[in-house]
């Protein structure tokens, strides 16, 4: 079964950055589209970013565009989010996420929540003084 597994959120103080890790297993395919998710306290999950080779560039929602960047190891097991500039609207419970279709290209699935069925847990990003 495929699974994946974030990792490196924490506490961190406004304008500060943080580099969160998604780890990938139980594929045997060359890669598997990933994409981030958050969620604020009371507010809808949100695709925020995703990567794959099905498109030119990777995905970035225009409220994080310019401050996070995505990008995948040598290996392709790990997919990282490095997120700079931090406000704290980006606090949250981030999410990465692997889609039904493993190999689809993020703009052919709109990075919408229906369309991925592997979740990792979350990790905590909390951006405050």
């Known amino acids: 079964q495929l699974q994946v597994v974030e990792s490196g959120g924490g506490l961190v103080q406004p304008g500060g950055s943080l580099r969160l890790s998604c780890t990938v297993s139980g594929f045997t395919l060359d890669y598997v589209t990933i994409a981030w998710f958050r969620q604020a306290p009371g507010k809808e999950r949100e695709g925020i970013s995703c990567i794959s080779n099905g498109d030119p560039l990777p995905y970035y929602a225009d409220t994080v565009k310019g401050r996070f960047n995505i990008s995948r190891d040598n290996a392709k097991t790990t997919v990282y989010l490095q997120m700079d500039s931090l406000t704290p609207e980006d606090t949250g419970i981030y999410y990465c996420?692997?889609?039904?279709?493993?190999?689809?290209?993020?703009?052919?699935?709109?990075?919408?929540?229906?369309?991925?069925?592997?979740w990792g847990r979350g990790t905590q990003v909390t951006v405050s003084s």
């Open positions: 996420a692997a889609p039904r279709l493993m190999l689809a290209p993020c703009g052919a699935i709109r990075v919408g929540v229906t369309a991925f069925d592997t």
